[in-house]
């Protein structure tokens, strides 16, 4: 889509969103940037942006597949898609299968510690407050949904973790956690919105246990989009990587 004429309505740390010429519908640009520690580290890296909008187009396509509502319409270009406008939900939904990251940091668990049930952990979309954990009481007291809301959020992420532990495992790759953000269409439907991709979760080859995800770049290694790209490579079928011309590795 040609840049002339667009109206961007926000610009996040990795993604823009640009007004569409049809109602209703926004254009999501997945950028090279790359940040972590709230900020505190920052780099541009070639393809990072390819690799993220076609890994998230793949897996919203399969969770739609599976019965599951989400933002993604079609993918426009290799750093653009086309999605239903929404009213996002200051939420991070973060769903945890093994116990690490954060989780170690803050509650005596055993690293790598398997959890059943999962663990599904609400944090504050707030820069200003550092994300903090919520629980029920101060959402609904801070008015940023209903009870029945966060049910409703609960049973959708629990099925998208089914769903999407099973395509990945499939193709060597566990998914050890990840972070989700739904807003509300025009008719007040919670659907699942913004990405996942290897920014928003953790992917370990079911093998080695090797990450293909921001853990490399958050531990300051190399081969951060060779990572992604190897997730791009598992994930999409044949006649996909040929379309968006994939190397194929
Ligand atoms: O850092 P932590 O262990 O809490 O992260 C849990 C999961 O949520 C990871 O997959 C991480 O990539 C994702 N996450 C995210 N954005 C945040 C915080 C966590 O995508 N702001």
Known sequence: MSDVNRELLY???AKDIYKSENENEVIIKFRDDITAGD???KDTLSQKGYCNVLISAKLFKVLEENGVKTQYIELLSTDEMRTKSLEMIPLEV???NIATGSLLKKYPFEANKELKPPIIQFDYKN???HDPMLND???KALEI???EELDEIREITLKINKILSDYLIERGIILVDFKLEYGKDSEGNIILGDEISPDTTRLWDSETYENFDKDI???GEEGVVDAYLKVVNLVLSDEEKVKWNVEQI
Request: aromatic fraction near 10%.
């Open 11 to 13: 610009a996040g740390k």
């Open 39 to 41: 900020g505190a580290k």
């Open 94 to 96: 973060i769903c945890r």
């Open 127 to 129: 820069d200003e407050f």
């Open 137 to 139: 009481s101060i959402i």
């Open 145 to 147: 949904a209903t009870q």
């Open 217 to 219: 770049y958050r531990k």
